[in-house]
């Protein structure tokens, strides 16, 4: 909605094409969001008639939304909880067979090569393009190259634990 206004509908699918490798939305939540910040004064929302189909909301920012989107950016940031379902699984694996350690690192493997598969097939424009600032590419950009760049060396770390798992059982 900072970027432009959309319904939505447009806002998940620019969520899941853009951001979603780091920030993941349902829709219910998307529209329970756009609600209460209709409800807040922080975005607008206008009714789109469309014949032969349901009439489309689209959300755009108020100013008031803008100030408070820049008021976050400039905040401090506070610590996040770390939650990984994977990692405390390989935690306790020691308690499952090696047959079953590996079927859970190949599975892993597997997700994570979809993953980076998904990241790598977003087309990046060669150039700027029309609608976006030189410093908004840059940063989305950024954004996409660390997600990528997460992806692989989580393959590398995977990799290593195999080798090391297969040490062990030389």
Known sequence: ???RPMSGYDLKKTIDESVGHFW???QSQI???LTGLVDEGMASRETVVQSGRPNQHVHGATELGLAE???WLASPME????REPFLARLFFADRMPAHEIRKLLHARRHDVTLQ???LEMIAVPAAVPENVTE????LRMATLANGIA???AELDWLESIERQLGELAS
Request: charged letters at 25%; hydrophobic letters at 40%.
């Open 116 to 118: 980076l598969a998904a």
């Open 1 to 3: 909605m900072s970027i």
């Open 31 to 33: 529209y329970r969001t």
């Open 69 to 71: 989107l820049d008021r």
């Open 24 to 26: 993941t939305a349902d």
């Open 150 to 152: 997460h992806a692989r």
């Open 135 to 138: 410093t908004e590419f840059v």
């Open 79 to 82: 610590p996040q909880p770390t």
